[in-house]
């Protein structure tokens, strides 16, 4: 039992003898791993010279991007990898500790970067996480995405005129209605055409044309001409309309487009019998840019959608305001007679001129 004792001691004494060179040696391992590192971030190695070298030559191309950490040490000439791609920094703005933006140029490769930048060589961080902006995400998406833009910029302009114009105060203002109530019941013809002549809007129109036609026609005909000059403003009105219905249906067709060229694009990079790293990356660069085109074409025609439907329903108050106005302005004229407004003349009493306004052309 005591050399079986004495063996186990022994045993346990030699392996602390080996052991301890080797913890000496794990001890002093980071920092010499960190030297590593820093010569390889620094000067190169092989290894990352040859992979610049696979890389096809670039495009000179920039890449604008910010970022919330400390820039502080970022300078000019840096050179940077994202993704199997190599970039100069072209500039750098920085914000002290709290990051800043800085611009890439695109040396080897040809693949868009991803928001992670790994330092191969200068005095720059060791990684940035550069922030996606709006901006940046716009630019992801391809052509597609700017006639995407156009129509929300030709949405902003539609709906500040839309809000400026449909306005029932412009249209069918209650002042302008009751003069031209009073000057059609004191029988002054001139007046109530000053009026209409003055005033802007659908109602003032519509009025223009009963007192252009009121001394030549009946009150039926007169009727007749103001629904069809009535009919023909209201479609003239509501082609701001028509453009906000366009913008609803065709901003998601043109995020479809751009889903499917995205998607050619990700059979594009699966062609060829190796998978390699590239390919997955560049299939990936299709689906966002899939996704970001869909994404924008669907927050674009949602608000024109809703947007065409508020107005639409404005522009449907007014010409119904209108409408009322008109004919309550048609009956003022047909109670006191058309030949009433024209002056005095033979006819005696007001059952007689109100009976000559309402009969018909074919019962003198």
Same mark, same amino acid.
């Given at each position: 039992?005591?050399?079986?004792?004495?063996? =186990? @001691?022994?045993?346990?004494?030699?392996?602390?003898?080996?052991?301890?060179?080797?913890?000496?040696?794990?001890?002093?391992?980071?920092?010499?791993?960190?030297?590593?590192?820093?010569?390889?971030?620094? /000067?190169?190695?092989?290894? +990352?010279?040859?992979? !610049?070298?696979?890389?096809?030559?670039?495009?000179?191309?920039?890449?604008?991007?910010? %970022?919330?950490?400390?820039?502080?040490?970022?300078?000019?000439?840096?050179?940077?990898?994202?993704?199997?791609?190599?970039?100069?920094?072209?500039?750098?703005?920085?914000?002290?500790?709290?990051?800043?933006?800085?611009?890439?140029?695109?040396?080897?490769?040809?693949?868009?970067?991803?928001?992670?930048?790994?330092?191969?060589?200068?005095?720059?961080?060791?990684? *940035?996480?550069?922030?996606? /902006?709006?901006?940046?995400?716009? !630019?992801?998406?391809?052509?597609?995405?700017?006639?995407?833009?156009?129509?929300?910029?030709?949405?902003?302009?539609?709906?500040?005129?839309?809000?400026?114009?449909?306005?029932?105060?412009?249209?069918?203002?209650?002042?302008?209605? =009751?003069?031209?109530?009073?000057? +059609?019941?004191?029988?002054? $013809?001139?007046?109530?055409?000053?009026?209409?002549?003055?005033?802007?809007?659908?109602?003032?129109?519509?009025?223009?044309?009963?007192?252009?036609?009121?001394?030549?026609?009946? $009150?039926?005909?007169?009727?007749?001409?103001?629904?069809?000059?009535?009919?023909?403003? +209201?479609?003239?009105?509501?082609?701001?309309?028509?453009?906000?219905?366009? #913008?609803?249906?065709?901003?998601?067709?043109?995020?479809?487009?751009?889903?499917?060229?995205?998607?050619? /694009?990700?059979?594009?990079?699966?062609?060829?019998?190796?998978?390699? &790293?590239?390919?997955?990356?560049?299939?990936?660069?299709?689906?966002?840019?899939?996704?970001?085109? %869909?994404?924008?074409?669907?927050?674009?025609?949602?608000?024109?959608?809703? #947007?065409?439907? *508020?107005?639409?329903?404005?522009?449907?108050? *007014?010409?119904?305001?209108?409408?009322?106005?008109?004919?309550? @302005?048609?009956?003022?004229?047909?109670?006191?007679?058309?030949?009433?407004?024209?002056?005095?003349?033979?006819?005696?009493?007001?059952? &007689?001129? +109100?009976?000559?306004?309402?009969?018909?052309?074919?019962?003198?």
């Amino acid at each position: 039992m005591k050399a079986m004792t004495r063996t =186990t @001691l022994a045993i346990l004494f030699a392996a602390n003898l080996l052991a301890a060179p080797a913890r000496a040696q794990e001890d002093d391992a980071p920092e010499l791993a960190l030297d590593t590192i820093e010569d390889v971030m620094d /000067t190169g190695t092989d290894a +990352v010279a040859r992979q !610049m070298e696979e890389q096809e030559e670039g495009d000179n191309k920039r890449f604008r991007a910010a %970022t919330d950490d400390d820039v502080s040490t970022l300078t000019e000439g840096d050179i940077y990898r994202s993704g199997q791609s190599f970039y100069k920094v072209a500039q750098v703005k920085p914000n002290g500790n709290d990051g800043g933006r800085f611009v890439m140029e695109r040396l080897r490769g040809r693949m868009d970067p991803s928001g992670t930048w790994t330092r191969v060589s200068g005095e720059g961080p060791l990684t *940035i996480v550069s922030r996606l /902006t709006l901006l940046d995400r716009f !630019m992801s998406g391809g052509a597609v995405m700017y006639p995407i833009a156009i129509l929300l910029l030709l949405l902003i302009i539609v709906t500040i005129r839309s809000l400026l114009y449909y306005r029932v105060d412009l249209h069918c203002p209650a002042s302008f209605v =009751t003069e031209c109530a009073t000057a +059609v019941a004191a029988g002054d $013809l001139q007046r109530f055409e000053d009026l209409s002549v003055n005033q802007k809007g659908l109602l003032a129109h519509t009025c223009r044309v009963m007192v252009a036609n009121i001394r030549r026609l009946t $009150l039926e005909e007169i009727k007749a001409r103001v629904e069809a000059e009535a009919i023909h403003e +209201v479609g003239r009105l509501s082609f701001p309309l028509r453009l906000m219905n366009f #913008i609803a249906v065709a901003a998601p067709l043109l995020g479809l487009l751009g889903t499917v060229l995205g998607m050619i /694009t990700c059979f594009d990079s699966l062609a060829g019998e190796t998978a390699t &790293q590239s390919k997955a990356m560049a299939m990936a660069a299709g689906i966002k840019q899939a996704l970001l085109t %869909t994404a924008f074409g669907l927050i674009v025609a949602l608000p024109a959608l809703f #947007i065409f439907f *508020i107005f639409n329903y404005r522009v449907a108050q *007014i010409a119904n305001l209108c409408a009322v106005s008109a004919e309550e @302005l048609i009956h003022e004229i047909a109670i006191l007679g058309r030949d009433a407004l024209l002056g005095p003349k033979s006819l005696k009493g007001t059952d &007689q001129a +109100v009976a000559s306004a309402t009969s018909s052309p074919s019962n003198p």
